[in-house]
């Protein structure tokens, strides 16, 4: 219980990282995984909901719209509740997976091995771009690198546009960015993240994984002895060295072919141990069997195992107190989302007292008080609404007392209440306001009341 592995901090490597293309179980997985990322973050911004756009920050009318729902700020509890949710839901997956995160599902992974993908397309293997960078500048370089740089510019261009097509609706968004008509904050932030796209994914790379991501930093204190985490079997492996096929030898299984170092994204040798510039990608795992299956032996040299089960110790992950805690916090926060969107309300009031004047008498002896209802649709949809106030024996409302509000639009609506002084009790009455939604087919329970005073001569 509560075991700490070991994550050995080996320099990182000074030189350009030239990626080894790999191909295996793992890197289909991570391929897929990221396509499905890439396309979910281009696309989503063009899926409509009810005629608007579905999923969409509105900062100038500080709405957020979420599939015909509306967030007001007043309700952005909730989007800290799912950010505290989703961490420990991580959190969770890495006492069981290690930095599964980092190696399939991070946006970096995702648009690094995107660049690198075009890159192997126009520059070559590993090999070919090597010297290709060694090579003197020619018309063939020239022509590779530009249009290198130039599919990562419209690559960067695009996931630019598609961030803030979050912010501004992307209809509006792309054909004001590529007819060159938008505004300037629209240009600024588009060509801005677009900038960043192209330096992270292009030339950063690694980079912002070894020394920008605050979680590679404090990964290791979510890990435990049944942490899978990628591991090279040095009582297999060593002594490690080169063989020819079918070659009988006293030498352990890693026929040191490098393939493992080649391919790695971050430029480390796995066998030196667990390192914190590991993002468990799996590509060392995918090239080692590659070998392991050229040379006739078992899979696995390297793979995801737990230091636990590489001792052949069996210590169920339901004991660990990491996977009880985060597992019980992921659930709490789970439970409290729930518990905010089931007592979340279409409608929002504020009544107003009229502070100018505390009361005035009425020509026939009643007391009248002025209030302002603050009343907002927060829904996507044309709402029809009905005042009314208990205590009816009490108070009577003036004038009328049902309204139209158009989606996510706030009325300031001015109404007077009267009383006949001899039915109030105190100087101070307490008087309730309540705002239902009517609908023409039926009455929704859909309402919200605030309470109020009602001020008097007594
Ligand atoms: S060591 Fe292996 S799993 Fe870790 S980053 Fe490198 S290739 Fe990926
Ligand atoms: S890929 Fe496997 S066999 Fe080749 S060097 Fe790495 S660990 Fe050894």
Redesign the pocket.
């Known amino acids: 219980m509560g075991e700490r592995i070991t994550i050995t901090q080996i320099s990182s490597p000074s030189s350009k990282i030239h990626i080894r293309e790999q191909k295996g179980y793992f890197q289909r997985i991570r391929t897929t995984m990221n396509s499905l990322l890439v396309l979910l973050f281009l696309f989503t911004p063009f899926i409509s909901y009810q005629g608007r756009q579905a999923i969409l920050f509105n900062i100038s009318e500080q709405q957020f719209i979420f599939f015909g729902t509306t967030l007001w700020p007043q309700d952005f509890t909730i989007l800290a509740w799912i950010f505290i949710a989703a961490a420990f839901i991580l959190f969770f997956a890495t006492v069981f997976w290690g930095r599964v995160w980092c190696g399939f599902l991070c946006p970096q992974t995702a648009w690094t091995f995107m660049f690198v993908w075009v890159e192997t397309r126009l520059e070559g293997s590993r090999n070919q771009r090597i010297t290709l960078d060694k090579a003197p500048w020619s018309f063939s370089k020239f022509y590779k690198r530009a249009g290198k740089h130039l599919l990562w510019g419209i690559i960067a261009l695009l996931t630019g546009c598609s961030f803030i097509a979050y912010f501004i609706p992307a209809r509006t968004l792309y054909p004001e960015i590529f007819t060159f008509s938008a505004n300037v904050w629209s240009n600024t932030w588009v060509w801005f993240f677009a900038l960043c796209t192209y330096l992270n994914a292009g030339w950063m790379r690694e980079q912002m994984c070894l020394h920008c991501c605050p979680y590679s930093r404090f990964q290791s204190v979510m890990f435990d002895a049944n942490t899978k985490t990628v591991t090279?079997d040095t009582s297999r492996?060593e002594s490690?060295g080169p063989r020819k096929r079918k070659q009988a030898t006293d030498l352990g299984?890693?026929?040191?072919?490098?393939?493992?170092?080649d391919v790695c994204p971050t430029g480390i040798d796995?066998?030196n141990g667990l390192q914190y510039e590991c993002i468990n990608c799996g590509a060392?795992i995918d090239?080692?069997n590659q070998?392991?299956e050229k040379f006739d032996y078992a899979p696995n040299?390297?793979s995801y195992i737990s230091e636990n089960s590489l001792q052949n110790e069996t210590k169920p992950i339901f004991t660990s107190l990491k996977f009880i805690g985060y597992g019980v916090a992921s659930l709490i926060m789970l439970a409290v989302i729930m518990m905010d969107i089931a007592s979340r309300d279409d409608i929002q009031l504020n009544v107003i007292r009229d502070r100018q004047n505390l009361y005035r008498e009425t020509l026939d002896s009643k007391i009248e008080n002025s209030y302002t209802l603050k009343i907002r649709n927060k829904t996507q949809e044309r709402r029809h609404y009905q005042i009314s106030i208990d205590n009816q024996h009490i108070y009577q409302l003036v004038g009328d007392t049902q309204m139209v509000i158009l989606p996510g639009e706030q009325l300031d609506y001015p109404v007077t209440v009267l009383a006949k002084l001899d039915r109030l009790i105190s100087s101070r009455s307490p008087v309730n306001f309540t705002i239902r939604e009517v609908s023409t087919l039926e009455t929704k329970d859909n309402w919200v009341s605030q309470a109020s005073n009602f001020f008097s001569p007594l």
């Open positions: 090279y492996g490690r299984d890693c026929v040191d072919c490098h393939l493992c170092v796995i066998r060392c090239a080692c070998a392991m040299l390297i």
